[in-house]
Structure formats: C-alpha cells, structure tokens
C-alpha cells in the first residue's frame, strides 16, 4: 500500500502532482497539506497535526466529508510531517511519497529531508516530490528514470557514503566515497533515460532534476 502524504510546503505545479496520484493510494494531509488537497479537490482520507494551519470550521467540514482527525497539541516532540509518516508506517504502508516537503521555512524544509536519515524510518521506501523535482533515499540499489540532460544530485546523509557506483551518469563513480558535508555529488547529468546508483554503506538522498527546472544553475 501506497501512502501518500501531503505536506504544507510550495505545491508549484498541482496539475503535475496529480499526475502522480493512483487510484489506490491512501492519501494523508499533514496540518496545512488540507489545502493542496482542497486546491486538487481531493478528500484525505486522514488529517494529523496540531491544526494551526487549519480553520475549526474547515476542520469540521473535512471530517464531515468523511475524513478522519488526528489533532495533536502544539507543543509536541515532532513535525506534522514525521507524525504523519509515523502514522503511514503503523497503518501498514509498504511506500511513503511525500508531495509539498519543501518551500517556505529552511529548518522545515531541511527536517523534513532529514528524515529519511531516521533509522525507524528506514524500513520501507521514502520518496518527496513537488509535481516537478523528485528526491528519494538510496540504501542498496536505485534506478534513476528521466530524460538525458535531466540533473542528478547525490547528498549523503547521516553519515559518509561508501561504495558508491553510477551507470549512466555523465560523471560516473566506481566504488567512491561521498563525504558528509561535501557537494561532491551535486549536479551531475543524465546521458540516456535511465541510469543506476548503488552504496554499499551509508545513505543517500538522490535528486532528480528536470532540465527545464535546472536551467541556468
């Protein structure tokens, strides 16, 4: 099962994030992620967070579509985004796609990647996307599917990535080392639609960049 999260940062291109939507997938609102599913007219089917984000009356109108509440207080130990992950992984999600993680807020936007580095979380395959750009944790093995030209950017996280290969790539590794904290891997290329990445040990996060998007950079 598919769950699908949405979180309260920028949405820039809705209609392409609906593109990305299945029919089958459990659809999760993190606080102020209500509003990309009012804008897309879609009815979460749960809404988790301490409701700052959210008018009591279109609260009352969510759960009175259907949805169900999961209000938590203010001062709390996390993120609306890590409560509602946690929430997809007790309710048996197998694969957590995360759609508006970034935009606005730094320290939200960096809390959120990082919790791809959260060990709990590391049981089942975490991705982010805001209808354009996509980013999603390698540990083992990935295949990379795009367009040649497209941007590719590897980010090591907790830690130093070791025993990192790439095919495909127009700056190839063979069993190199990414450094925490290094931009080493930042801005490679796509030569053909698909490509391969692999870490032997470590963990990292992998950007795919459309080259509309990249332009210029």
């Not at 990309?36 to 409701?51: E, F, K, M, N």
């Amino acid at each position: 099962m598919r769950a699908v999260i949405f979180a309260a940062g920028d949405l820039p291109s809705p209609e392409a994030a609906r593109h990305v939507l299945r029919s089958d997938d459990w659809i999760l609102a993190a606080d102020g992620g209500a509003r990309h599913c009012r804008a897309l007219g879609i009815q979460p089917a749960v809404v988790i967070g301490d409701l700052d984000s959210i008018p009591p009356e279109e609260a009352a109108a969510l759960r009175d579509a259907g949805s169900e509440i999961l209000a938590h207080p203010a001062r709390k130990d996390e993120t609306d985004l890590e409560l509602a992950v946690q929430h997809a992984i007790r309710g048996g999600a197998t694969d957590i796609l995360v759609l508006g993680a970034f935009g606005g807020r730094w320290d939200h936007t960096l809390a959120n990647l990082m919790l791809s580095a959260n060990p709990s979380m590391r049981s089942i395959p975490l991705a982010f996307t805001d209808g354009q750009q996509r980013a999603w944790r390698i540990v083992g093995e990935t295949e990379v599917e795009g367009e040649p030209g497209d941007r590719v950017s590897l980010i090591p996280i907790g830690g130093d990535a070791l025993g990192v290969s790439t095919s495909g790539l127009e700056y190839p590794l063979d069993d190199g080392t990414l450094r925490m904290g290094s931009s080493l891997g930042v801005s490679n290329t796509l030569l053909e639609r698909r490509a391969r990445v692999s870490v032997r040990e470590g963990c990292v996060l992998l950007f795919l960049v459309p080259l509309k998007v990249g332009e210029g950079r």
